[in-house]
């Protein structure tokens, strides 16, 4: 399995000057997860608490997903010049959490090209002064220079792109953590960056901007390509069984219990208490086990 194969692999660069440290796993030859760290957005991570993918190509390099400011793009930028020579051509959002977009003027800058479904533009839009307010509080002066900065070309469903000889299904399939997450299949290669779609290793999030019901539709519409390789939003790279068991069996959980607890009449303050213990080994359980209750209740109570 993927896990065991990157563990001896894997390495980890520094994040040059910027304090950073992100943790570089090899997938298949020319394709590498960068992993960033499960803590909370901090002036060190610069807001690239995430997974995100990179891709070398003869003809340039795509990266998905930019990082979370434009100091977090430098230092991410900083990781790709140890890994290819190949300038990145393109960057993919792949939702619409800060991480996924908020890096995309430093990329643009630098002449890259930004592809995002409009479901995701139209989030980033509607958050962009939530998301920078809430960036001002975690990052401080390490928000120097981040700027909203939208995608140059938009899909609503899917799009293919084709560089140098590798070939990028990118496909919206409905809302998920976030309302535009897509997810990225290189089908040659049998390797699928799933964005916000999959975590693992530690316990997904589930806020206003998502829909539960519509992830686990969206989930299963990526599992069905049947990728060996799986590149989550965040953790680190895995294989569809333990994306399944830490993404998708939660969610099912937390839908199942929560339903029981509604249809029995009960409050949110209960539905908050449903036993979640067979997932507690997740990284951050209890910071947000009992939010995510919370946030299935209220998503359920209107369906």
């Given at each position: 399995m993927?896990?065991?194969?990157?563990?001896?692999a894997?390495?980890?660069?520094?994040?040059?000057a910027?304090?950073?440290s992100?943790?570089?796993?090899?997938?298949v030859?020319g394709?590498?997860?960068?992993?960033?760290?499960?803590a909370?957005?901090?002036?060190d991570?610069h807001a690239?608490?995430?997974?995100?993918g990179?891709v070398?190509?003869?003809?340039g390099?795509?990266?998905?997903?930019?990082g979370?400011?434009w100091?977090?793009a430098?230092?991410?930028h900083?990781?790709?010049r140890g890994?290819?020579?190949?300038p990145v051509?393109?960057?993919?959002?792949?939702?619409?959490q800060d991480?996924?977009?908020?890096?995309?003027?430093?990329?643009?800058a630098?002449?890259?090209?930004?592809?995002?479904?409009?479901?995701?533009?139209?989030?980033?839009?509607?958050?962009a002064?939530?998301?920078?307010?809430?960036?001002?509080?975690?990052l401080?002066?390490?928000?120097?220079g981040?700027?909203?900065?939208?995608a140059?070309?938009t899909?609503?469903?899917?799009?293919?792109?084709d560089?140098?000889?590798k070939?990028?299904?990118?496909?919206?399939?409905?809302?998920?953590?976030?309302l535009?997450d897509?997810?990225?299949?290189?089908q040659?290669?049998?390797?699928?960056?799933t964005?916000d779609?999959?975590?693992v290793d530690?316990?997904l999030?589930i806020?206003p901007?998502g829909d539960?019901?519509?992830?686990?539709?969206a989930?299963d519409?990526?599992?069905?390509f049947?990728?060996k390789?799986?590149?989550p939003?965040?953790?680190?790279?895995t294989?569809?069984?333990q994306?399944?068991?830490?993404?998708?069996?939660?969610l099912?959980?937390?839908?199942?219990?929560?339903?029981k607890?509604?249809?029995?009449?009960?409050?949110?303050?209960?539905g908050?208490h449903?036993d979640?213990?067979q997932?507690s080994y997740?990284e951050?359980?209890e910071?947000?086990s009992?939010?995510n209750?919370?946030?299935?209740?209220m998503?359920?109570e209107?369906?």
């Amino acid at each position: 399995m993927i896990r065991t194969i990157v563990t001896v692999a894997s390495l980890v660069l520094p994040g040059f000057a910027f304090g950073q440290s992100l943790d570089v796993q090899p997938v298949v030859p020319g394709i590498w997860a960068i992993v960033g760290p499960t803590a909370q957005r901090n002036p060190d991570n610069h807001a690239n608490n995430a997974t995100f993918g990179l891709v070398e190509t003869g003809a340039g390099a795509v990266l998905v997903d930019p990082g979370g400011s434009w100091a977090g793009a430098e230092a991410l930028h900083g990781v790709v010049r140890g890994l290819t020579d190949q300038p990145v051509k393109y960057v993919i959002n792949t939702g619409g959490q800060d991480h996924r977009w908020l890096g995309n003027g430093y990329w643009q800058a630098q002449g890259a090209t930004v592809i995002a479904s409009e479901a995701a533009v139209m989030d980033h839009k509607d958050r962009a002064s939530l998301q920078m307010s809430a960036l001002t509080h975690f990052l401080g002066d390490g928000l120097e220079g981040t700027e909203p900065s939208f995608a140059n070309i938009t899909f609503e469903t899917e799009y293919q792109l084709d560089l140098g000889q590798k070939s990028f299904e990118i496909m919206h399939r409905g809302s998920a953590h976030t309302l535009g997450d897509s997810f990225v299949w290189l089908q040659d290669q049998e390797v699928m960056f799933t964005g916000d779609i999959v975590y693992v290793d530690r316990m997904l999030g589930i806020g206003p901007a998502g829909d539960s019901a519509s992830w686990l539709e969206a989930f299963d519409a990526m599992a069905a390509f049947g990728a060996k390789h799986i590149v989550p939003g965040h953790g680190r790279a895995t294989d569809m069984e333990q994306a399944r068991a830490e993404t998708r069996d939660y969610l099912s959980h937390l839908r199942s219990e929560i339903g029981k607890v509604i249809e029995a009449g009960g409050s949110i303050e209960e539905g908050t208490h449903i036993d979640q213990s067979q997932f507690s080994y997740l990284e951050v359980f209890e910071q947000i086990s009992r939010k995510n209750a919370q946030n299935v209740y209220m998503q359920m109570e209107w369906e």
